[in-house]
């Protein structure tokens, strides 16, 4: 009997459910969009639209992966992030609305006084040539952001994964900004030079092995480990980073960093030696992001 459009999304939604996979429609929306390449609109103005056996096999194995926990991105390979569209595979952390946080935080830097110098008597312009450094990039989210905003910027991202560097660089690529970022392998800053950044940026992992039950199965169980746990208290990484960044960074460079708030006051404690340590919270009030300057 020929499938409807409309049944097929029906039946998905019933199945997601039972499933128990959150906020079933959207998720059966965006999966038959992924499946057909189309938009949501389409199913309005085709309702009766019949799939083809191809399509039904190919909605029926999207909808089983997501019905396991798969992430969808992971099934659909896309996640938007700034404006833009990038690839996502289980190699790298997906992209969260959070992270956009760091980005402000950095802009909002950029455009203070600070971020000011006269280049000549009654003359006033941005600084020019900020170097800033993308620690544990994944998908490349924050240097390609950044990268995007701040065209005079010279940029650099790290990775300790080859896999995700991959995936950073296709990104690049696609959004046309690898002529604007560095890659390097590497774990955290080794290899870089003291006293040569004006920012350090970074979303690293920060959950404890001891939260594990309190992560949601499907970011437990499918996005890379190493790229949500940081050892038993959650700062073990971010406590490395914070040694190796007060040297990287010149003097009154800024460190920022996406934290949770479980972590929040401990990672004060460990930036007690730097100037001007605030703690920025998320939509939700959540402490979210962190950022500290290292002394003139």
């Not at 499918?222 to 007060?246: C, D, S, T, W, Y």
């Amino acid at each position: 009997m020929p499938l409807q459009l409309k049944d097929a999304l029906a039946g998905a939604v019933a199945r997601l459910t039972a499933a128990n996979v959150p906020s079933p429609r959207m998720n059966a929306e965006l999966l038959l969009t992924f499946t057909l390449d189309c938009d949501r609109a389409y199913f309005f103005a085709h309702p009766e639209r019949v799939l083809t056996q191809d399509e039904i096999v190919r909605y029926d194995h999207a909808l089983a992966e997501r019905s396991r926990g798969v992430p969808a991105q992971y099934i659909t390979g896309h996640q938007e992030f700034w404006g833009m569209d990038l690839i996502v595979t289980p190699a790298v952390l997906i992209p969260r609305p959070e992270t956009e946080h760091v980005i402000e935080a950095v802009l909002e830097l950029r455009e203070s006084a600070s971020g000011f110098r006269r280049s000549a008597p009654g003359s006033q312009k941005p600084e020019a040539g900020s170097r800033i450094l993308d620690v544990g990039t994944g998908s490349g989210c924050i240097a390609l952001a950044l990268a995007k905003e701040l065209k005079d910027a010279e940029i650099y991202a790290t990775d300790i994964s080859a896999a995700a560097l991959e995936i950073a660089r296709i990104n690049a690529v696609r959004n046309q900004l690898e002529s604007r970022i560095q890659f390097r392998e590497g774990d955290l800053l080794a290899g870089f030079e003291n006293n040569s950044f004006d920012f350090i940026v970074s979303n690293p992992p920060y959950v404890g092995e001891s939260e594990a039950d309190d992560v949601q199965l499907e970011v437990r169980k499918f996005e890379p480990r190493n790229a949500v746990f940081a050892g038993p208290k959650g700062v073990e990484v971010i406590e490395r980073m914070i040694l190796q960044a007060h040297a990287a960074l010149k003097a009154g460079g800024w460190l920022v960093m996406e934290i949770s708030g479980t972590i929040a006051e401990e990672v004060r404690s460990l930036l007690r030696d730097w100037n001007e340590v605030s703690i920025r919270p998320d939509l939700q009030s959540i402490p979210r992001v962190v950022q500290a300057r290292k002394s003139l």
